[in-house]
């Protein structure tokens, strides 16, 4: 039975339970996720449930609400996940019965394949002119995503200082972890192509910002970039090449299939995108068999029935 006595709203709840996470030190879009699928939560439960209310069958009635709206099976146990924290830190709080939630499963995880970019359409994306309004900042963006298999976050947060060597940089991903990541020969050559740029608009500015990656806000101050603006970055330049709407997780995707289908090791390709565990980068095993199963069944005389 739950300790306190008093009904007690859950959305009161919901802001000192994002309170504690800010105060954790988690990533602002961390933060915001959680935000967004707390109040998903509440709005589809009715915002006035108390903590006493909170189950087992209310949580799975969310489940099922979210599925039937077309949600995703991975956005499902993305908002389960977000439930499951918030009624544990319900449960170190003493407002929430222990072991509630123990066991509480989302849908099944199904072995769903990224529809990867192909190296043609790679070499389309990043060959020749990038039609937007900052060019040289624009391919950095492009090189960094597929050259490095960066996280769009780990993109944002870049920093000049961060550089090791001229192919090496310290990333902070998941859960402030550091890892040293390598980039090839075209990145390089796009990063000394924007920095003279980029020191020239700073320049003009007469403002100092320790961002790689930066655009000018409306007060004339370089702001750094951030996820919005680069998915919209994408978006434009694979537009204009004639090429579907890419999102920058897509481009990491990429990476990490075409370094294996060009016998990279897992361990490698795992390290490289910061992988805490192997099984994660196994995924692009099943993405290369794929790829070759659709060149064997459209080549092959024998593939299928003629």
Not at 39 to 51: H, K, N, P, R
Not at 70 to 97: I, Q
Not at 155 to 169: H, Q, Y
Request: charged share 30%; aromatic share 6%; net charge positive.
């Amino acid at each position: 039975m739950p300790v306190t006595r008093e009904p007690a709203l859950l959305k009161p709840r919901l802001e000192e339970f994002l309170t504690f996470c800010g105060a954790r030190n988690l990533s602002v879009n961390t933060l915001r996720a959680y935000r967004a699928d707390l109040s998903a939560f509440l709005d589809t439960i009715d915002g006035e449930t108390t903590v006493e209310q909170v189950n087992r069958k209310l949580i799975r009635r969310f489940l099922a609400r979210m599925l039937e709206t077309g949600h995703k099976g991975t956005s499902v146990r993305r908002k389960l996940a977000a439930v499951k924290s918030f009624c544990k830190w319900l449960e170190n709080e003493d407002l929430l019965e222990a072991g509630m939630i123990e066991g509480l499963s989302g849908p099944r995880r199904r072995d769903e394949l990224p529809d990867v970019p192909s190296e043609a359409d790679i070499k389309r994306l990043i060959d020749g002119n990038i039609p937007t309004a900052c060019p040289e900042r624009d391919r950095v963006v492009v090189e960094m995503l597929y050259g490095s298999g960066l996280r769009v976050s780990e993109l944002c947060g870049i920093n000049v200082d961060d550089f090791r060597d001229e192919d090496a940089l310290l990333v902070r991903g998941k859960g402030r972890k550091e890892r040293l990541v390598l980039f090839g020969e075209y990145a390089q050559a796009a990063i000394r192509e924007w920095l003279p740029t980029r020191k020239a608009l700073l320049a003009i500015l007469g403002r100092e910002t320790p961002a790689l990656l930066f655009s000018v806000g409306p007060h004339r101050s370089p702001e750094r970039l951030d996820v919005r603006s680069i998915r919209r970055i994408l978006i434009e330049v694979a537009e204009a090449k004639g090429l579907p709407k890419y999102n920058p997780h897509l481009l990491r995707h990429a990476c990490a299939s075409h370094l294996h289908d060009h016998g990279a090791p897992l361990q490698a390709i795992a390290a490289l995108l910061g992988h805490a565990k192997l099984s994660t980068a196994q995924m692009y095993t099943r993405v290369s068999v794929g790829r070759m199963m659709q060149t064997y069944n459209m080549a092959h005389p024998h593939a299928k029935p003629r």
